[in-house]
DNA sequence: CTGGCTGCAAATCTTTTGCATCCTG
DNA sequence: CAGGATGCAAAAGATTTGCAGCCAG
């Protein structure tokens, strides 16, 4: 819990069980996730305060958001650059630990400024790949 | 128009407006952005049917739904493979008709079947930049 | 003690669904 | 003419907001 200290906000209980939660956790959870499971230790929690965590950790790069779920945004505690493997089926979000050197061709889109790169590989998934069978 | 013929389904003026307005757009519209175009045709145009022709469209292959954008889906009338650069100010995503030949390194989730891959560049479009200076 | 954080509820936005009616093929 | 498509309204799911009261620093 020390390493949160320089994060330069209030600890407060429901914000470490929160960090918590996403530290130890590779799946990738969405906000409902992370509301569902803080709810056990914290009956009072509330959306708000997920929702106000989650913006003011983004804020600080302490977690990245990932839009790679239709319908809902993903959490990512591994702020480290790194790409995903989604499986079209069930939608899990495998992390891949590669770097891949990308650049745009010479002379495209040179007005944009490029920051970083995320590289999606879509597939299925072991688990769904056997129920097609 | 004759190309939409053999999609297989039924054509009505309402899809037909709807395939038109995605045929001549880079912008990769939202569904919201479809059906207030499409009304100013329609003034009867409901969202159920922008939602049916877009799942309809989806399926038949004929638009490709992209999960880019935080908190709403986009689509895109390109279904040839292609990559995105996405600004992270305004969320503009704008084509780039490179192709990556990407691969897992040997032994890496080799359970997982990889069917396609995505590369995002977020970076900040020219307008965007301007702004910040 | 004070400003930031929490909790609750209501509001907003996006997407989905049920159903009666309509119209393409 | 039949089955699929439309239109409307209501519902569901995700996220945001306003505000009073609370508590970490």
Chains 1, 2 share one sequence.
Do not use: W
């Not at 407060?12 to 906000?31: F, M, V």
């Not at 839009?67 to 809902?72: A, H, L, S, V």
């Amino acid at each position: 819990m020390k390493k949160y200290r320089d994060i330069g906000l209030k600890l407060t209980p429901q914000r470490l069980a929160i960090l918590d939660y996403l530290e130890g956790n590779k799946c990738h959870p969405s906000a409902d996730d992370i509301y569902k499971e803080v709810l056990k230790k914290f009956p009072t929690m509330s959306f708000a305060t997920v929702y106000n965590t989650l913006a003011t950790l983004k804020e600080k790069n302490t977690i990245r958001e990932l839009t790679i779920d239709p319908g809902k945004k993903r959490y990512d505690s591994n702020t480290e650059p790194h790409n995903h493997l989604i499986c079209v089926s069930c939608n899990q979000v495998i992390d891949i630990h590669v770097q891949f050197n990308l650049d745009l061709p010479q002379g495209m889109n040179k007005d944009f400024t490029v920051l970083r790169n995320h590289v999606e590989f879509h597939g299925l998934c072991p688990l769904c790949k056997e129920k097609q069978l």
